[in-house]
Nanobody, 123 residues
């Protein structure tokens, strides 16, 4: 069993930055693919970024490429999402997830989810 807890959300003006962090307990994250998803009111949960358990280059959805950086620290059991140049359309609840399947963009590939952290970007 893995427990995930997100932190770092908040209210920021457009163009600002936030760093979201996901801390895990219960098991080491080193064997899991880690992903970040977001869900805006009235919309489905959508993929933001992911990185395989072995590391390597993260995957990003097109709308955040160049603005978001995903990193993981297996020793600390954390995964961070640095978000820059934030836009109002980035407003959503952001979720951290852990899974073992290779289709990183699908919510069904993840077995464990955090409770989410709210990100609000004002214009």
């Amino acid at each position: 069993q893995v427990q995930l807890v997100e932190s770092g959300g908040g209210l920021v003006q457009a163009g600002g930055s936030l760093r979201l962090s996901c801390a895990a307990s219960g098991r080491t994250l080193s064997s899991y693919t880690m992903g970040w998803f977001r869900q805006a009111p009235g919309k489905e949960r959508e993929f933001v970024a992911a990185i395989f358990w072995s590391g390597g280059s993260p995957y990003y959805t097109d709308s955040v490429k160049g603005r978001v950086t995903l990193s993981r620290d297996n020793a600390k059991n954390t995964v961070d999402l640095q978000m820059n140049s934030l836009k109002p359309e980035d407003t959503a609840v952001y979720y951290c997830a852990a899974g073992i399947k290779t289709n990183v963009v699908a919510t069904t590939s993840y077995n464990y989810w955090g409770q989410g952290t709210q990100v609000t970007v004002s214009s």
